[in-house]
Nanobody
Framework: QVQLVESGGGLVQAGASLRLSCAVS????????MGWFRQAPGKEREYVAA????????IYSDSVKGRFTISRVNAKNVVFLQMNSLNDDDTAIYYC??????????????WGQGTQVTVSS
């Protein structure tokens, strides 16, 4: 069974940082394009970032570019999202997502259950 499990969310003050993690099992991690999406209250789910299966290419939405960094450690089957300079627009449930042998991550095949990030000001 495929599992994507997010962790690292929480409540922080504006300007603070968080690092989200996504642990993957049941898949060949080295061939998975990994990414993050988020869904804010009252809004549709939106793309945040993605990283290729080799880790050589990364893409970001305009709203997070320069503040967020996606990375992966294939030996540990983990993808990270480092989030800096958080503001209240970043408040959302963050979802880990994956698709086998795909670039970019337009339509994920697999999803985690999400982790809540809340930014206060």
């Amino acid at each position: 069974q495929v599992q994507l499990v997010e962790s690292g969310g929480g409540l922080v003050q504006a300007g603070a940082s968080l690092r989200l993690s996504c642990a993957v099992s049941g898949l060949t991690f080295g061939f998975l394009t990994m990414g993050w999406f988020r869904q804010a209250p009252g809004k549709e789910r939106e793309y945040v970032a993605a990283i290729s299966w080799t880790g050589s290419r990364s893409i970001y939405s305009d709203s997070v570019k320069g503040r967020f960094t996606i990375s992966r450690v294939n030996a540990k089957n983990v993808v990270f999202l480092q989030m800096n300079s958080l503001n209240d627009d970043d408040t959302a449930i963050y979802y880990c997502a994956a698709r086998l042998l795909a670039w970019p991550l337009d339509v994920p095949e697999y999803w985690g259950q999400g982790t809540q990030v809340t930014v206060s000001s």
